[in-house]
């Protein structure tokens, strides 16, 4: 059995042992305490919010049990519902769905006496179709109440008024709407002045002062509210209970780095219709400049490439620089008005974009993270200001925030091996690779494609590549992945390449070749540029970590593993302290030229060496071509 499907076999068995023993226990125990109060909380955004506000505001009356974090599974619900003492009052429990079906065994386990239902949108749209269908499924956390239940609904969301129109329970309308129970009559938060609202209940005026930040925050705190009052809490009390709760983390939660940068934190997740809100909180406020930084944005209707460029638009009206962070970042670079136009920058890998901010940062700053925590996990920007990490990973698959993780600060020495996601699909589908010495033997050089980087640091592979090709008798051939040559030695079958993207993309490149060589390579070596080794130094290396180079970063992430060999050539004069940034695509000097030359010259030596220990017996020609 593959370790595939016995994991899907695994995951199988557990979920059949919740079915069975887990769920009908957490449906046992909310019955045998009925004397609780259980608040069932979905929509498509601010849950988590609503939840601790809820949460924060019930504890002043009495003890509360709540789904712990962001967690919103059926799972956690059944785990939240599994605490339930004699002494508690309350239960609040987020609700989450993500297909058609979720929610039914979770509302009838749980049987919420209120139910609170805070927006539709386009979270999960690929799994409904519409967003009618969204709204269906969410309303069963509504639907599915008691007949003395009571109903919290956003009353100026269309999909759930209609929703409300059909309810039969009590209903607790919130929202600037006619006809809001609870209606909001103003809403503001202009940094650095927290949210505060004014609100109006039968036909009194309250002032609401909160501790969170930016206007759409006023939906989850009318909410809470609401439930409040559905539980006959005196609306005063209920508002001085709401003052104490604070953001919740990564949902605008400002964090200060020490240096006087102030960072707003809204990085947990991006769908594209909520974006608005953070950069209207963005555009009000008030500080020396204003810096958004974007991550992966989800759930759009839109291309890559017309989501980033429209996004790109939109911060440029709103902030003085916006930087663009992952593998589409440099769609954004077409909404620069010129070439002098520096206010949007994009980069690859986000270390990359961590230096160049510690670059810029000065105090009075103002900066909004906007990504998605499991792609990017942008809170490394923040730490490593701070004390600066380890952990660069492009994509680890955890849902953990970074400074929660034991391999934020863990060093990584030679031979300890780096581990990704088995689901992850890098390389356009591949699957995974791993040395096995047999087959074709591949040598990468790294470099820049384009005569103005040639004589660069960076070019180093590039460099040693073509010389042992013209040494060999090889013959360049360009293909999509870029310049392939198939030369032999000593009965080794080699395939040169040198990728045509930038040095940063290398991994993406060399995962596309694989592919297309259908499993025949059997082996990797890279030659690449070491800043950390003196001018002209060489060195071998069999395996281990990124060692800060951004293109042997990337190639960890596509072949999953950093089980291959590397050729090393140092690229900076001992004693200079320029920045790596600054040095990588200068132009060498004569004198340096002379240096490097002879360092590729015993790189080659070393690469045959190399060649001398790999295969037995030569392929004939026709039988190293890729499969075009």
């Not at 004198?591 to 002879?598: A, G, N, P, T, Y």
Request: glycine letters at 10%; one cysteine or more; charged letters at 25%.
């Amino acid at each position: 059995m593959t370790a595939e499907r016995s994991h899907s076999v695994k995951k199988a068995v557990r979920e059949t042992l919740r079915r069975v023993v887990m769920y009908p226990s957490a449906w046992l125990f909310r019955r045998l305490h009925p004397r609780v109060a259980v608040i069932g909380i979905t929509g498509s955004a601010v849950k988590t919010t609503t939840k601790d506000i809820c949460t924060t505001l019930l504890s002043e009356f009495g003890p509360c049990v709540k789904t712990a974090g962001s967690i919103n599974s059926r799972l956690a619900v059944a785990q939240t519902l599994l605490k339930i003492r004699r002494r508690h009052r309350y239960a609040v429990l987020e609700m989450a769905v993500s297909k058609p079906g979720q929610l039914d065994w979770t509302v009838k386990m749980a049987r919420p006496t209120v139910g609170v239902l805070t927006i539709i949108g386009r979270d999960h749209y690929s799994a409904f179709r519409s967003l009618e269908a969204i709204a269906e499924e969410k309303s069963k956390v509504i639907t599915g109440l008691p007949k003395d239940g009571i109903a919290v609904l956003n009353i100026d969301d269309p999909l759930i008024r209609a929703i409300g129109e059909h309810c039969r329970q009590r209903l607790i309308w919130v929202g600037r709407g006619e006809g809001a129970t609870l209606r909001l009559l103003e809403a503001t938060s202009s940094w650095p002045r927290n949210l505060t609202l004014t609100v109006e209940y039968e036909g009194a005026v309250y002032q609401v002062p909160t501790r969170l930040h930016g206007e759409h925050f006023a939906l989850p705190v009318l909410a809470a509210l609401g439930v409040a009052l559905a539980l006959d809490i005196p609306l005063q009390r209920a508002i001085e209970a709401v003052g104490l709760a604070e953001p919740v983390e990564a949902r605008m939660q400002i964090v200060m780095d020490g240096q006087g940068v102030a960072f707003v934190r809204d990085d947990w997740k991006a769908p594209h219709w909520s974006i608005d809100a953070p950069f209207d909180f963005m555009a009000s406020a008030t500080a020396r400049r204003k810096i958004v930084v974007v991550g992966s944005i989800s759930d759009s209707s839109l291309s890559p490439a017309k989501r980033y460029h429209r996004i790109a638009v939109d911060v440029k009206k709103i902030a003085d620089i916006a930087v663009f962070i992952g593998a589409d970042a440099s769609k954004a670079l077409k909404a620069r008005t010129g070439p002098d136009d520096s206010s949007i920058q994009a980069f690859y890998e986000i270390q990359s974009a961590a230096e160049f901010l510690d670059s810029i940062l000065q105090e009075g700053d103002l900066v909004l993270l906007k990504g998605t925590n499991k792609q990017d996990h942008l809170i490394r920007l923040i730490l490593n200001r701070n004390s600066p990490i380890s952990c660069w990973k492009s994509t680890c698959g955890r849902t953990d925030f970074c400074d929660q993780c034991v391999f934020l600060n863990a060093d990584q020495p030679s031979g300890d091996k780096v581990f990704f996601p088995a689901g992850e699909d890098v390389g356009g589908g591949l699957k995974g690779w791993r040395a096995n010495q047999n087959g074709l033997h591949l040598v990468v050089g790294l470099g820049n494609p384009g005569s103005q980087y040639v004589g660069t640091p960076h070019n180093i592979g590039y460099a040693v590549l073509e010389r042992l090709a013209e040494s060999l008798d090889g013959t360049w051939e360009k293909g999509p992945e870029g310049s392939v040559c198939h030369v032999g030695w000593k009965g080794a079958s080699l395939v040169l390449f040198k990728p045509n993207v930038l040095i940063n993309h290398s991994g993406k490149a060399i995962g596309h070749l694989l592919e297309r060589y259908q499993g025949r390579i059997g082996s990797c070596l890279v030659v690449h540029d070491d800043m950390d080794l003196g001018l002209g130094m060489v060195k071998f290396r069999e395996n281990g970590g990124p060692g800060g180079h951004n293109g042997i970063h990337s190639i960890i992430n596509a072949l999953r593993t950093d089980e291959f060999e590397r050729i090393r050539i140092g690229g900076r004069r001992i004693g200079d302290e320029r920045r790596t940034i600054d040095l990588v695509l200068t132009k060498y000097s004569d004198e340096d030229q002379v240096i490097l030359s002879k360092a590729i010259e015993r790189a080659i030596e070393m690469l045959v060496a190399r060649f001398d220990t790999l295969g037995s017996g030569s392929p004939t020609q026709g039988s190293l071509a890729a499969n075009e």
